[in-house]
């Protein structure tokens, strides 16, 4: 086996090879099996490249001096893949390395999507207090405790394998790796610089994150100029893992939409960014963005002169398909940089790996063509003919309208529709599981945003106050600001009377207080934070 470079990475690929490349950046502890759930449907559409931290998943263990130097590591493995530009999603310290990217190279970034991700990951004292407990007692420590802080409850107690798999990725990961991972967190502070960050980012964040709470997020999500957040329900800080069709469509659907065909500059301090000359503006994106009137998935135009964008969207899936949940992972391409094999992943194989046929990397991996339109042609990144997605659409059947309302209402409300299919209300439910969540809530011609602040307003003039305690907080918890609230109800003050805003501002008061009554940090001064 031939030596890897010092300056590079231990990475993986997946997919058709001449598709985009879209890298898949690890949280701290874990490896690229983090992702696994994700690939089958990502690599679909993208060429997926996921690394491995140093230490991590049998890399080789050579400590990084900061998230700026594991930056530079990336870079040089791309260089020597001849890969200049790409999409960039990333996990805590993986979602460090992506904003590092915005930063300093946004010209090779085409879109960005942060995971469980913060400007400021706690404290230094803590990152440093963490650094001296594995050089006292090993990583067993941090094994043991890191399902609690990566895992709700709930997930805990129903996957106890997942949880086992954890714990051993840890413990197998080098010490010395991991405590030079804990200096550059606790060095890693970008508060200050997110206004000069120009790429188009989604935030993601489990609505239970200890470690990168949902305030980090908002804070983000505040500085950087064109950014969405996604609050995903029952889900901590391993959000991939634990609500990984979530967050499959949720990445899907940001990098079929944000991704830029011509670099963008980083907008100087200040001032929002502008569209380069002869390309094209940032795309807005993320989940609470109206669809273009192209549709929800449609790639960017290219440039004048350019040949057709790179950017794949997804493929509707002929009759018979398996759906993304039951497809077969693509074939998998597995190396180091550059010309070193991959050694066997010393915790054993990952329990949340499809199966997948491995090839040699002289074999071209599947191609995505068999997943369009018969009329798709010989392009598989062609799209079809656009329809106008604020045209009323068909009524759907009564099957897929309920099962799009509990889709809907879960990721809307963070709850599950009623279950009873005998209970006296039954027929009732089923009909606004299907009219009001599979069908008013499920339309592309309001974003999501707009939408809960219509529902505020009319849950205000109704005088629903306990239905509106409900939405005001799914609706922080899905990116909504207090703000935005209170500029709702001032304006609702005048179109229904002051005692009607009166009465929302008292349940609003109180549910922001509940919500989003941490500091701007999102955590007590000095208080240290679980693992990260």
């Not at 985009?20 to 099996?33: A, Q």
């Not at 990217?101 to 963490?130: C, D, I, K, M, Y």
Request: charge should be negative; hydrophobic fraction near 45%; proline fraction near 12%.
């Amino acid at each position: 086996m031939s030596e890897t470079p010092a300056n590079t990475l231990q990475y993986r690929f997946d997919g058709p090879e001449g598709a985009p490349v879209l890298i898949l950046g690890p949280s701290l502890g874990t490896t690229w099996h983090m992702w696994d759930r994700q690939v089958p449907e990502l690599a679909r559409h993208w060429r997926v490249l996921r690394f491995d931290l140093p230490g991590h998943g049998g890399a080789p263990a050579r400590p990084l001096d900061s998230v700026g130097d594991l930056t530079d590591r990336l870079l040089a493995t791309l260089d020597g893949l001849g890969i200049e530009r790409f999409g960039f999603a990333g996990c805590s310290i993986g979602g460090a390395v992506g904003a590092d990217l915005a930063l300093r190279h946004p010209g090779r970034l085409a879109a960005l999507a942060l995971v469980g991700t913060s400007a400021r990951f706690g404290t230094a004292e803590s990152w440093r207090q963490r650094g001296d407990t594995v050089r006292t007692s090993g990583l067993d420590p941090i094994a043991r405790s890191a399902p609690e802080a990566w895992f709700t409850p709930a997930f805990l107690a129903a996957q106890p394998a997942i949880v086992e798999w954890a714990v051993q990725m840890v413990r197998t990961t080098d010490p010395l790796c991991y405590i030079a991972a804990c200096q550059a967190l606790a060095a890693f502070d970008i508060r200050d610089d997110l206004g000069r960050t120009g790429s188009a980012a989604l935030v993601l964040v489990g609505a239970e994150d200890q470690v990168a709470p949902p305030a980090d997020a908002r804070v983000l999500v505040a500085g950087i100029h064109d950014a969405r957040l996604a609050v995903v329900p029952a889900a901590s800080h391993l959000a991939p893992v634990e609500q990984p069709a979530a967050v499959t469509d949720l990445l899907v659907r940001h990098f079929t939409t944000a991704w830029q065909t011509v670099p963008a500059p980083a907008p100087a301090a200040g001032t929002a960014p502008t569209a380069p000359a002869g390309g094209q503006a940032p795309v807005p994106s993320g989940p609470f963005v109206a669809a273009a009137p192209a549709g929800p998935f449609t790639a960017p135009a290219p440039a004048p002169g350019a040949g057709p964008s790179p950017v794949p969207r997804p493929a509707a899936e002929p009759p018979g398909t398996p759906s993304s949940a039951e497809a077969p992972a693509p074939a998998a391409v597995s190396a180091l940089a550059p010309e070193a094999a991959v050694p066997e992943s010393p915790q054993g194989a990952s329990p949340l790996a499809a199966p997948a046929a491995s090839v040699s990397p002289s074999v071209p991996a599947p191609a995505v063509a068999g997943h369009l339109p018969a009329d798709a042609g010989d392009n598989p990144y062609a799209p079809p003919a656009d329809p106008n997605p604020y045209a009323a659409a068909a009524p759907a059947p009564a099957a897929d309208a309920h099962a799009t309302g509990v889709r809907v209402r879960r990721e809307v409300l963070g709850e599950e529709s009623r279950k009873d299919p005998e209970g006296f209300r039954a027929e009732y439910d089923d009909f606004v599981t299907r009219v009001a969540w599979g069908g008013t809530w499920a339309r592309p011609g309001l974003d999501r945003r707009t939408r809960f602040l219509v529902t505020l307003t009319a849950l205000t003039a109704g005088g629903h106050l306990d239905e509106l305690a409900r939405y005001l907080r799914a609706a922080l918890r899905d990116g909504v600001t207090a703000d935005e609230i209170k500029e709702t109800f001032l304006h609702t003050a005048l179109y229904c009377g002051l005692p009607a805003a009166d009465a929302a501002f008292a349940v609003a008061e109180r549910v922001v207080a509940e919500e989003g009554g941490e500091t701007a940090e999102g955590a007590e001064p000095g208080k240290p934070r679980p693992e990260a």
